[in-house]
């Protein structure tokens, strides 16, 4: 693979699906990428032809723009395969229209509140995976004594890493002193709710797992070959099964 196709690959990783809190290059939604004559060109795949439109140009469009701030990329073409709206997205894309210049009256969320609406929904499930691994690790720990736990009790490991990454995409502090259990503001709860909230939060990372899993299936059913371009995901018994 040509020294840029590798530089791009690497860049897309950085793309995540909104929804499902994974790179779309570990999902296996990138369906080829090829530099030639100054141009680069990607053709992205997803799960079904009905999959979310908005959620479909995010990625898209997060896909060019990483691709875009390649100094050597040149001329940088997307295109997204096999949608209902592949047209649609594909001219707004190549216009660079953005958001609601591509869907017009249809586009009801301004781009960066969708985004946004993702983060927290991200950053909720990587705290509860945290915790929950903490509560594993040590019997005696209360939910409840997980109100006193800081981001520096926690250990150097990737499950902390990802907690991290979350929280400053949503712009709220990272350093070792600040509470783990808290709300989108960076705001601690009340310690008496702390088993409510750890709940929830384990039902939005519950979700978000089981909507990968489905949707990786989806995509192997519709794509056989996008198997071999599939990553393991984090704490599956697949990625057990790989190490």
Same mark, same amino acid.
């Given at each position: 693979?040509?020294?840029?196709? +590798? @530089?791009?690959?690497?860049?897309?990783?950085?793309?995540?699906?909104?929804?499902?809190?994974?790179?779309?290059?570990?999902?296996?939604?990138?369906? %080829?990428?090829?530099?030639?004559?100054?141009?680069?060109?990607?053709?992205?795949?997803?799960?079904?032809?009905?999959?979310?439109? !908005?959620?479909?140009?995010?990625? #898209?469009?997060?896909?060019?723009?990483?691709?875009?701030?390649?100094?050597? =990329?040149?001329?940088?073409?997307?295109?997204?395969?096999?949608?209902?709206?592949?047209?649609?997205? !594909? @001219? &707004?894309?190549?216009?660079?229209?953005?958001?609601?210049?591509?869907?017009?009256?249809?586009?009801?969320?301004?781009? +960066?509140?969708?985004?946004?609406?993702?983060?927290?929904?991200?950053? /909720?499930?990587?705290? +509860?995976?945290?915790?929950?691994?903490?509560?594993? =690790?040590? &019997?005696?720990?209360?939910?409840?004594?997980?109100?006193?736990? /800081?981001? &520096?009790?926690?250990?150097?490991? @990737?499950?902390?890493?990802?907690?991290?990454?979350?929280?400053?995409?949503?712009?709220?502090?990272?350093?070792?002193?600040?509470?783990?259990?808290?709300?989108?503001?960076?705001?601690?709860?009340?310690? +008496?709710?702390?088993?409510?909230?750890?709940?929830? #939060?384990? %039902?939005?990372?519950? %979700?978000?797992?089981? !909507?990968?899993?489905?949707?990786?299936?989806?995509?192997?059913?519709?794509?056989?070959?996008?198997?071999?371009?599939?990553?393991?995901?984090?704490?599956?018994?697949?990625?057990?099964?790989? %190490?």
């Amino acid at each position: 693979m040509p020294a840029l196709e +590798e @530089r791009a690959r690497d860049a897309l990783s950085a793309v995540f699906d909104p929804e499902l809190d994974e790179p779309i290059t570990d999902l296996g939604f990138v369906r %080829s990428l090829e530099a030639r004559d100054g141009t680069l060109t990607v053709h992205l795949r997803l799960p079904t032809s009905f999959c979310s439109p !908005n959620f479909a140009y995010l990625m #898209a469009s997060d896909a060019k723009d990483v691709l875009t701030a390649l100094p050597e =990329a040149g001329r940088v073409e997307v295109l997204l395969d096999d949608h209902h709206d592949s047209d649609l997205i !594909n @001219r &707004g894309l190549a216009a660079d229209a953005g958001y609601r210049g591509t869907f017009g009256d249809e586009a009801e969320q301004d781009l +960066e509140q969708l985004r946004a609406t993702f983060r927290r929904k991200a950053h /909720t499930a990587a705290m +509860e995976r945290a915790l929950t691994a903490l509560l594993r =690790a040590d &019997g005696d720990l209360s939910e409840e004594a997980l109100h006193d736990v /800081t981001l &520096g009790d926690l250990p150097d490991d @990737r499950v902390t890493a990802a907690l991290l990454r979350r929280r400053e995409a949503l712009g709220l502090a990272v350093t070792p002193d600040q509470p783990v259990l808290v709300d989108d503001l960076g705001r601690p709860y009340p310690k +008496e709710e702390v088993p409510l909230r750890l709940r929830f #939060a384990r %039902s939005v990372r519950i %979700s978000i797992d089981g !909507n990968a899993h489905f949707c990786r299936g989806l995509l192997r059913t519709r794509y056989p070959e996008s198997a071999a371009d599939q990553a393991p995901r984090p704490g599956s018994p697949e990625e057990a099964r790989a %190490s």
